[in-house]
């Protein structure tokens, strides 16, 4: 079996996913489809020679595709991901995966019913700074888990059928969930509208775990300039993820508190740069996906992974509403 592969949706992400899927499949990306016609000169032009669909029912009726990377606008997943599973398609769906949890539980259980591999694009899993903090955990350098939080901020695209925790909130929370391994006990949230309203332009979303393991994430699109900053706290260390920065992205700082005959004391080392592989998070995970189906394996982004981001965010919203 080989992967015989089509994307659906030519924008700029759907683009990047075309020219990636290109690059490690060739020929085996058989058909790109988008409701716009004029995209074919875009996907032309970059050299991508595949064939090109304004029409789902072409990729539906092809016996050779087995999976398809769905690469729309949010409130199209859930129809765009049932037909693909519904004819036997193998699914990548962007993030989020549905706008609504009981879509996601309903695409779950049609995958686990057609034995199909369905997967959601939390890309930055499938990050080596990301993945290098996880085994920094896992190994105990960093201690016991005591408190992570991200900022994702920029003078970005202003959207109109979301707001900016469903824009860029999801990418923190599936990381955060991918740390602590455990699903919050509680949710905070607090927004506020400037441009448009009841669609937030700042969100703070606070999540407390079992084990007194806390975390809050702060986004923005009114920010005067772009930040993306990961801070992950132990009992015996810090990491600190920068994505933002030429050099030295990610650190490790040998900070924090200790009792010393029973008085606590500061310890306070210089950072050192954590070294990663230099793989793009986007071929990746586009490799993992090709592998699950290949080797029969279950995603890290699984549907249960985007369930649970999914639940999070409904938490979060419901928050933000009272």
């Known amino acids: 079996m080989n992967i015989k592969l089509a994307v659906i949706g030519c924008g700029k992400w759907g683009f990047n996913h075309i020219r990636t899927a290109y690059n490690l499949l060739g020929a085996n990306l058989v058909a790109v489809c988008d409701t716009i ?33 769905i690469s729309t ?104 969930q991918f740390l602590t391994e455990k699903y919050p006990v509680k949710v905070s949230a607090y927004g506020a ?38 801070v992950v706290s132990g009992s015996e260390g810090m990491m600190v993820f920068e994505d ?10 040998q900070k924090g508190y200790k009792y010393v005959n029973g008085i606590m004391e500061k310890f306070d080392a210089d950072y050192e740069v954590v070294e990663f592989e230099n793989k793009q998070p986007l071929e990746e995970e586009q490799k993992h996906f090709f592998e699950c189906v290949l080797e029969n394996k279950t995603p890290l982004t699984d549907g249960k992974n985007a369930l649970d981001v999914l639940k999070i965010l409904e938490a979060a919203g419901e928050a933000l509403k009272q």
């Open 244 to 253: 933002t920065l030429k050099n030295e992205k990610l650190k490790y700082y």
């Open 73 to 176: 606008s949010a409130e199209s997943h859930y129809t765009l991901a049932k037909i693909l599973l519904e004819n036997g398609k193998n699914v990548l769906v962007e993030k989020p995966m549905t706008l609504i949890s009981n879509e996601t539980e309903e695409l779950i259980e049609l995958a686990e019913k057609n034995n199909l591999k369905l997967m959601v694009g939390h890309i930055l899993l499938y990050h080596p700074a990301v993945i290098k903090i996880k085994e920094y955990l896992k190994k105990g350098i960093l201690g016991k888990l005591q408190y992570i939080y991200s900022n994702r901020l920029n003078l970005g695209t202003v959207r109109s059928e979301e707001n900016i925790l469903w824009s860029f909130a999801p990418h923190d929370i599936s990381v955060i």
């Open 193 to 230: 509208d400037f441009l448009q309203n009841n669609i937030e332009d700042i969100t703070l979303t606070v999540l407390d775990y079992p084990d007194n393991v806390h975390s809050h994430i702060f986004v923005s699109w009114l920010h005067p300039f772009k930040e993306q900053r990961l």
């Open 37 to 69: 016609p004029k995209s074919f000169l875009k996907v032309k032009s970059a050299g991508i020679n595949t064939r090109f669909t304004t029409d789902i029912s072409d990729v539906l009726s092809n016996k050779e595709i087995n999976s398809v990377i």
